[in-house]
């Protein structure tokens, strides 16, 4: 598919804020790849297609699951906000035509993240909590670590997600708490080093 027919099938299958959303985090991906040296293109198409599942009543997302072999953990199911993001991914493949695995796991951690994120992984996850129709207490010091430093920022919008799902007394993703001991644990080497 062209990125033109996908806008036009997501067009169809978001509703309109859902789709505005789409687009702004495309945009503003396509910003951070160009900030920190990632692919525009895939950049852009992951952020076009991240939520192509956001959309679908509960019972039909687990019915696609099942349909392309999407197994789905505990955690995940106990989590119904981010079930959209592995859906996604298998949605993405078998009716968006992408083939890239890079794209579809920027998709598929956009919500929990995990352990090993790449350049594209980080991309997504911030341009999807910064975009400019995001707006909650903080969302301004989150974009400017953006526009500072791409592990400072992923390391303080996991910190939001983590102190978030705590305070709601939501379970906590696994790959969340991954994602974030391994930047902790990096960002400590990085200070060591630095002070040296």
Known sequence: MTI???ESKLKNELDEK???HSISVAD???RLAGLYGGDK?????AGLIHDCAKCLPYDKAIELAKKYGCVLDDETLACPGVVHAPIGAVVAEHEYGISDTEI???IRYHTVARKGMTLLDKIIYLADMTEPYRDFNGVENLRKLCNEDIDLAFCEALRRSLQFNIEKGNIMHPNTLYAWNEMCIKNKHKSREENK
Request: charged share 45%; aromatic share 12%; hydrophobic share 40%.
């Open 4 to 6: 033109k027919e996908i």
């Open 18 to 20: 859902r789709y505005k």
């Open 28 to 30: 503003e991906a396509v």
């Open 41 to 45: 293109e895939k950049a852009y198409l």
């Open 104 to 106: 579809l796991d920027a």
